[in-house]
């Protein structure tokens, strides 16, 4: 079973409506929609779909793959208001990229949360306050 990360740390998926792929979306009548969205999509493409969606799911397909981040911020960008929800391959040293980009949340596998276990993830939970370019600014004062 996999694993929600958040601010609070670790807890169980309470999403129980089922994904649809990005592709599938236009044949789709659910009144509740989270969309599946591959790391190479483009965010443009989902514009009209932002009013709708409830949740959006971005797929990292490993840790070295930070599209997902670009995607997940340009959702924001165009004021997607909806849950954002990281899946795959994110690691706890990404936590604080992952929620500055406009992620809600990261959906990890349960071997992920037992090789990095949750005081990990939320060492990093205070994102805001470890700003890199905040604490620039800071010293340059």
Same mark, same amino acid.
């Given at each position: 079973?996999n694993?929600?990360?958040? %601010?609070t740390?670790?807890?169980? %998926?309470?999403?129980? $409506? ?24 483009d965010p ?5 779909l ?17 599209r ?25 040293? $990404?936590y ?16 992920l949360a037992?090789?990095?276990?949750e005081?990990?993830w ?8 470890? %700003? ?10």
């Open positions: 079973m694993v929600i990360v958040k %601010d740390g670790f807890g169980a %998926d309470d999403w129980t $409506q089922g994904y649809v792929a990005l592709d599938a979306v236009s044949g789709t009548t659910s009144t509740a929609l989270a969309i599946d969205v591959d790391s190479g999509a443009e493409t989902m514009r009209p932002l009013d709708r969606a409830d949740l959006i799911r971005i797929d990292f397909p490993n840790f070295a793959d930070g997902g981040f670009t995607i997940a911020r340009r959702l924001r960008l165009m004021k997607y208001q909806g849950r954002l929800r990281a899946k795959g391959h994110v690691i706890a040293d $990404q604080a990229m992952a929620r500055r980009s406009g992620f809600d949340e990261i959906e990890i596998e349960a071997e037992a090789r990095q276990p005081a990990q939320l060492s990093r939970a205070n994102w805001r306050d470890n %700003d890199y370019q905040a604490l620039v600014r800071a010293t340059a004062s």
